[in-house]
C-alpha cells in the first residue's frame, strides 16, 4: 500500500491500494490504483494532536444501513438547526413569517393521521416541499373525489412509499406542513392547476427545506429502506518515533474505508432520473436548502456548501445555488443597467441550455416547467416582457438556437458538421448513426408546445445552445413587433400561439428536397453532394438542403435514417439575423423560414451559420468540401445586397 493525498480533501492523508504486475525482479514494477481509502477512527475517540492530520475529517460515526432509524432521521434536523442559526450566509435569506400555501399536508405525529391542511387567507407558517419523479399514474392524487377524505385524514401506511417516507422525514425535522403537488394541486380541475402552478416559485423558495429523491424512480419505490452496509477494515495503530516505543507509544483503533467525496452513489444521483427530468430542475434551483436521498448517502445542500453522510459541516467549495447566486440583485435600478442585464440574460441562455436536456412526459409542459424560475428573471430583469421562453429586449439573440448534438445522450455528429452546424442525425467518420434517427428530434415538434421560433417549440431532450460569447454581435433583423396567445392567463406558463413580425433583408429561394438515405451519409457522398451546383445562391441554396429537417419523419423512419422536409411547396426564405465583424472569424446567421399555405406567415425550419473557408491541411476531403461549401454561401450572401421585408412567423 502506499500512501498519498486524497484527491478531493487535501486537508488529510488517504491510502492508495494498489496491484503490482510480477516483471521477475525488473525494477519499477507496473502498478495500477485499485482504491484510495481513507484513514478514520470512531468518533469521541481520545487522537493525539500530532496525528489528527492523518486522519479525515477527524473521524466521524459510520452511517447506519436504516435510514428510518433515529440516527439518521436526526441527522436532517442537525444539518436544518446549524443551518438556520450558525451560516450567516443562510440567515441572511431567513423567512420570519411567510404565507402558506393554498394546501399543505399536515403530517401530524405517531398518534394524529396525515391530512390536507387547507390555509386561511393570510395564514403564515413553515413547511417544506419535496421534489421526486412520480413515474406513472395513480390514483392517490388530490381531486373532487378524494378532496373529502385527505381533508379527514389518512392513515399513513395507505400513503405510497415515496409520500409516506416524506412525511416521516418532515415529522423528524421538526416541521407541521409539507408540500406535495400530487396532493395540494386538483389533478382534475385546469383551473385550479391555472391558478397554483404560477406559485411553485414562492413555494419552493419560501420553503424551510426541498426533500430531494434522487434515488426513486417513482411514487411506488419509497426512499427510506435499508441500504448495503457501509464496510470498512479495522486496524490497530500505534505511533512510535523509535522501535523501542513500539509497545509503550500511544495506540488506538482505526480504520480504513472509501472516501465520502469518492463515493459511487455521489454520482449515481447525477445519473438518476430525478437529475434528467424537467420539473425537478427549477425545483432543485429554488430550494434555499436541500437534502437528497440518494441510493447510499443523504447529502445537505445550503448556500453554506454542501454536506455528505455523516460530515456535520457543508464544504464551503460544493455551493448548489451558485448559477442564482451570481446575478445581481432583486433591484429594478440593478437590472436597469446594461452589464446586469447582460449578467441576466447569459445567465439565463445557460440555464436554458441545461434544461433543454432534461426529459418531460408531456411536451406541452416545456414551459411551465421552468416558469417558476422565469418569473424570477422577470424580477431581475425589471419586468421585461417574457416571450414563450425568451425576453422581449434580448429577443434576436434568443433566436439564434440550434440543436446541440455533442450534448448528453445525442452521440457526436463527425467532424465535417461541426462548423457547418449540420443539423442532422448523429454522425461519426465512418458514416454510421450514433443514434436512432426516431431519437434525434430535430426542427419544429409535432406537438407544438411553443411558436417555431421559441426554443420551447423543439421536441429535443438532446439540449440546445447558442452562441458564444453573447459579446460582438450585431444584428442586421430589427423586431418589429411580438405578441403572444397565452393559456391560463400566465405569462410565464404554456402558450398557444405566438407571432413575431420581423424586419430583414431577405431572399426567396427554391429548394429541391428530398429524402437522404442512412446510406448516404458517408464523407465521400458528401463531398459530391456539395459540389452540385444549382445557380444563383447555388452554395446557400445546397447548405440549407442538408440543414433542413423535421422530426415528425424522423420519428417515423427508423429503418432508413431518412432526412427530409415534408411540404407541399419547396420555397424557402432566407432572412438575415445576426453577425459577427471578428477579423479572424466572421460569421453570419440567417434563419431558414417556409411559408404556410394560408395567409401571409412563416414558420421557422432552420438555422444557417456561414463563415468564411479557410485552409486547414489537417482536414479530411468532407471536411474540406464542407467548408469550401460554406465558404462559398459565405460569399453569396456578403456580396449581394438583399432587399429588406417584413415577415410574420408562427
Not at 406542513?177 to 382534475?188: G, K, R
Not at 434528467?276 to 437528497?292: A, C, D, H, V, Y
Request: charge should be negative.
Amino acid at each position: 500500500m502506499q500512501e498519498k493525498q486524497a484527491p478531493q480533501s487535501p486537508d488529510y492523508a488517504c491510502l492508495a491500494v494498489v496491484v503490482m504486475r510480477d516483471n521477475h525482479g525488473e525494477r519499477d514494477p507496473d502498478w495500477s490504483t485499485v482504491a484510495d481509502l481513507e484513514i478514520c477512527t470512531a468518533k469521541g475517540a481520545e487522537i493525539p494532536p500530532e496525528d489528527t492530520h492523518l486522519l479525515a475529517r477527524a473521524a466521524r460515526d459510520e452511517r447506519p444501513s436504516d435510514l428510518r432509524s433515529e440516527l439518521c432521521l436526526s441527522m436532517g434536523a442537525d444539518w436544518l438547526d446549524k443551518c438556520e442559526h450558525e451560516h450567516e450566509k443562510c440567515k441572511e435569506n431567513q423567512d420570519e413569517q411567510t404565507h402558506l400555501p393554498t394546501r399543505v399536508i399536515d403530517v401530524g405525529s405517531t398518534v394524529i393521521q396525515p391530512r390536507l391542511y387547507l390555509s386561511g387567507d393570510g395564514e403564515t407558517g413553515r413547511w417544506v416541499a419535496l421534489s421526486y419523479c412520480w413515474g406513472g399514474n395513480s390514483s392517490f392524487v388530490l381531486n373532487s373525489a378524494t378532496l373529502d377524505s385527505l381533508v379527514s385524514g389518512i392513515p399513513l401506511p395507505t400513503f405510497p412509499p415515496t409520500l409516506r417516507d416524506a412525511i416521516l422525514v418532515t415529522r423528524a425535522l421538526g416541521v407541521r406542513y409539507l408540500w406535495i403537488d400530487a396532493l395540494c394541486i386538483f389533478q382534475d380541475d385546469i383551473n385550479d392547476w391555472a391558478v397554483e402552478v404560477p406559485k411553485v416559485s414562492d413555494i419552493y423558495s419560501h420553503a424551510v427545506v426541498t426533500i430531494a429523491v434522487t434515488s426513486a424512480e417513482s411514487v411506488k419505490d419509497g426512499f427510506l429502506d435499508r441500504r448495503e452496509q457501509h464496510f470498512n477494515c479495522p486496524f490497530p495503530w500505534r505511533r512510535y518515533h523509535h522501535p523501542s516505543d513500539v509497545t509503550d507509544g500511544p495506540h488506538y483503533p482505526i480504520f480504513f474505508r472509501y472516501p465520502i467525496w469518492g463515493d459511487e452513489s455521489l454520482y449515481k444521483q447525477q445519473r438518476s432520473r430525478w437529475a434528467t427530468r424537467g420539473w425537478t430542475f427549477q425545483e432543485e434551483l429554488l430550494s434555499k436548502r436541500l437534502i437528497r436521498y440518494t441510493t447510499g448517502r443523504m447529502i445537505w445542500h445550503c448556500r453554506a456548501g454542501m454536506a455528505v453522510e455523516p460530515a456535520e459541516e457543508p464544504r464551503t467549495d460544493y455551493e448548489l445555488f451558485s448559477k442564482l447566486n451570481d446575478l445581481p440583485p432583486h433591484s429594478s435600478s440593478d437590472a436597469d443597467t446594461t452589464d446586469s442585464k447582460t449578467a441576466v440574460y447569459t445567465a439565463w441562455c445557460r440555464l436554458i441550455e441545461k434544461y433543454t436536456k432534461r426529459h418531460l412526459t408531456f411536451q406541452k409542459d416545456r414551459l411551465p416547467a421552468i416558469g417558476a424560475i422565469a418569473k424570477l428573471f422577470h424580477s431581475l430583469l425589471g419586468g421585461d416582457k417574457y416571450c414563450a421562453g425568451w425576453w422581449r429586449e434580448n429577443l434576436l439573440f434568443g433566436l439564434l438556437w440550434s440543436l446541440d448534438l455533442q450534448s448528453d445522450g445525442s452521440g457526436t455528429p463527425g467532424s465535417p458538421f461541426l462548423r457547418a452546424r449540420l443539423r442532422i442525425v448523429g454522425y461519426d467518420e465512418s458514416g454510421t448513426t450514433e443514434r436512432a434517427a426516431n431519437r434525434v428530434p430535430v426542427g419544429v415538434a409535432p406537438e407544438h408546445s411553443g411558436p417555431s421560433w421559441s426554443w420551447a417549440g423543439v421536441n429535443s431532450a438532446v439540449g440546445l445552445r447558442w452562441p458564444q460569447p453573447v459579446q460582438g454581435l450585431s444584428y442586421v433583423a430589427r423586431v418589429a413587433s411580438v405578441e403572444m396567445r397565452g393559456k391560463f392567463h400566465d405569462d410565464f406558463g404554456s402558450v398557444e400561439g405566438g407571432e413575431l413580425v420581423l424586419n430583414a433583408p431577405y431572399r426567396d429561394v427554391h429548394l429541391r428536397l428530398g429524402s437522404y438515405s442512412g446510406t448516404l451519409l458517408s464523407p465521400m457522398s458528401m463531398a459530391q453532394r456539395v459540389l452540385t451546383r444549382l445557380g444563383p445562391l447555388a452554395s446557400t441554396k445546397k447548405l440549407a438542403q442538408i440543414v433542413l429537417t423535421r422530426p415528425e419523419v424522423l420519428e417515423t423512419t427508423q429503418s432508413t435514417c431518412s432526412v427530409m422536409v415534408p411540404s407541399s411547396s419547396t420555397e424557402f426564405t432566407f432572412i438575415q439575423l445576426a453577425k459577427r465583424n471578428d477579423a479572424t472569424w466572421p460569421t453570419l446567421y440567417l434563419l431558414i423560414l417556409q411559408p404556410q399555405m394560408t395567409g401571409r406567415a412563416y414558420r421557422r425550419v432552420g438555422l444557417l451559420v456561414l463563415q468564411p473557408w479557410r485552409y486547414d491541411d489537417d482536414k479530411t476531403i468532407a471536411e474540406e468540401m464542407t467548408d469550401r461549401l460554406e465558404g462559398a454561401a459565405y460569399e453569396e450572401v456578403v456580396k449581394e445586397e438583399w432587399p429588406t421585408g417584413t415577415f410574420v412567423i408562427i
